[in-house]
């Protein structure tokens, strides 16, 4: 009898044991939660090595060749945090009950250019916008009205003109506006008729979309088929014995060119 129940006892130990190995292998093959997606950047290509981080936690990922990532999590509200050196940084929210594998929306990280402007994406890489100065004489209309006309100076960008054209912003100006102008004049009439002459001047405004992706950083994109030159002003606000007034700040050059066919007369109209 004693044999026998040592025999017993053993065979229930091991039963046990298999038992919580079982489990234990079970659970091991459970799939862990995670946050998948990519990232890309400006230029519309898989960005690599990019950092994502679970705020608050230990969870990282990169991203691989293809710009993709899986991160794990804890079901909770999350921030992802999407971070490269010398790259703008982007953040993801999420307010998740249960673990479950997750699709992000795609991230673009901007590279940032080595210094201020305003700089048109290229297919690889920016270029620069040459900014220009401003010349400025004013014309006297009587009865405290008064025109400025206002030249640029300085060499203009030429950009083969697109449908759509984009440009990266971190010239640091709140107030830009988009101008063509006939040779290399054009111009402001202050007083009452400020408004209503600088909207004559003004691209419309469904013909740009700015997007800001950081303090100071923004992302605009001109969609017209206009050809001829413009600048991008940075408009300076002031008022004048009471009156507000606005005039020219910085300049940014530029040249919208046909490169399919000879173009006609730049500015013609």
């Known amino acids: 009898m004693y044999i026998t129940f040592i025999h017993r006892t053993s065979s229930m130990v091991i039963i046990k044991v298999c038992l919580l190995l079982l489990i234990i292998t079970i659970w091991g093959c459970k799939p862990k939660p995670q946050i998948t997606g990519e990232v890309w950047d400006g230029f519309d290509q898989p960005l690599q090595d990019a950092i994502i981080s679970v ?26 945090v999407i971070t490269k050196s010398g790259y703008t940084t982007a953040e993801l929210d999420f307010d998740i009950a249960v673990e479950a594998t997750l699709p992000a929306e795609k991230v673009v990280l901007y590279k940032i250019p080595p210094s201020k402007g305003i700089w048109l994406f290229g297919s690889s890489d920016y270029v620069l916008i040459n ?7 004013r014309k006297n209309l009587g009865t405290m009205h008064y025109k400025d006309t206002y030249t640029a100076i300085g060499k203009f960008t030429q950009i083969a003109k697109g449908k759509k054209l984009r440009f990266f912003d971190n010239s640091g100006l709140d107030d830009i506006h988009l101008l063509f ?5 054009f111009l402001i009439i202050e007083g009452e008729w400020m408004n209503e002459s600088w909207k004559a001047f003004k691209i419309k405004d469904e013909f740009i979309i700015s997007n800001q992706i950081a303090p100071g950083i923004i992302v605009r994109e001109i969609s017209t088929k206009l050809e001829g030159k413009c600048a991008f ?37």
């Open 131 to 137: 900014q220009g100065e401003i010349e400025s004489k």
């Open 181 to 185: 102008f006939r040779d290399s004049i």
């Open 233 to 269: 002003v940075g408009m300076q606000h002031y008022e004048l014995l009471g009156t507000p007034r606005i005039k020219p700040k910085q300049v940014f050059l530029m040249e919208f060119i046909n490169t399919e066919r000879p173009s006609p007369p730049l500015n013609s109209w």
């Open 55 to 80: 705020q608050g936690t230990t969870f990282k990922a990169a991203t691989d060749e293809k710009g993709k990532y899986a991160v794990e999590y804890v079901p909770g509200k999350i921030k992802l």
